[in-house]
């Protein structure tokens, strides 16, 4: 492998991998060479945009810390992350869409009865969630586990709370008999993906907003089903179509539906204004190897 040139290296390189154990990873290798070295013809970089380039990545992986995973973030931020999903989580028309999973997942969870508060006490308007979860063929699925997670009333989750003794706004719910579930909780904020590391300097550069709208975020795993990872948007937030990390999609948009206080399905439970959210949720069959 002498004299290469523009023309010959990337098969030069491709060839270094022939003894590869794992087919699987010979046949990625194979594509990120390819690719990433028609980019490099395609935009002909300097070797000084290059190089910053390379302090971008380096600065990235140095942000990452056990609680912060920049490279995931930026992943989100160019796509990548919701093309994943997409090509992943293939599902009918009928069927419950994913979204991203995001950072704030926790396997440490409380486990909750049925119509449980999940706010620990936070303040913000009150939200009630009605949600049911049922097959294609709209009959009832028992005993889903469904997890719930969601931001406060200034966009902040528990986890980023200083002194919060314990969970809130998250809970793991078991589905009854009628496919049911349902909790108590505050309304979601829109909130600022991190912007203060290396994908924040990308998002300023190319005029981006770091505002994610509300969501409230679902993950529902039931026996001889595809788990959906997903989220539920209000249909008024005003940042709908600029999702920095691309996860709305219209099936996931909802109503959010405000209430007076005394009025309404769940004015026996609260003298305060407060929002309904209702949902039903339909699980498409576990492929079979």
């Known amino acids: 492998m002498r004299d290469l040139t523009s023309d010959t290296i990337t098969e030069a390189v491709i060839s270094t991998m022939r003894d590869t ?127 719930v997670w969601h931001s406060d009333a200034d966009g902040h989750y528990d986890m980023e709370l200083p002194g919060r003794p314990g969970p809130a706004m998250r809970a793991l719910f078991r589905t009854d008999d009628t496919g049911g579930f349902a909790f108590r909780s505050i309304r979601p904020a829109s909130y600022p993906i991190p912007g203060d590391g290396p994908v924040g300097d990308l998002m300023n550069a ?42 709305v999609k219209q099936s996931l948009v909802e109503s959010y539906d405000p209430y007076e206080a005394g009025t309404g399905p769940c004015r026996g439970l609260t003298d305060e204004p407060y929002t309904l959210l209702r949902r039903t949720f339909v699980l498409e069959p576990r492929l079979v190897d």
């Open 21 to 147: 154990g794992d087919p699987r990873l010979a046949e990625i290798l194979r594509s990120l060479v390819r690719h990433l070295h028609a980019f490099v013809r395609e935009a002909e970089p300097t070797e000084e945009e290059w190089a910053a380039g390379v302090d971008f990545l380096t600065r990235t992986g140095q942000t990452c810390t056990p609680t912060r995973q920049e490279f995931i973030l930026l992943s989100d931020v160019l796509g990548v992350t919701m093309l994943v999903d997409a090509l992943g989580n293939r599902r009918s028309a009928a069927a419950t869409q994913n979204s991203v999973l995001g950072p704030y997942f926790r396997e440490d969870r409380p486990r909750h009865s049925d119509a449980a508060d999940i706010s620990g006490g936070l303040p913000g308007t009150p939200l009630f969630f009605e949600g049911r979860v049922v097959d294609r063929d709209a009959a009832p699925v028992a005993g889903a586990g469904v997890d």
């Open 206 to 247: 190319t005029s981006r907003s770091l505002m994610r709208p509300a969501h409230v975020h679902l993950l529902i795993d039931a026996p001889g089903f595809q788990r959906v990872t997903t989220m539920l948007f209000p249909a008024d937030d005003p940042y709908l179509d600029t999702d920095p990390v691309f996860g």
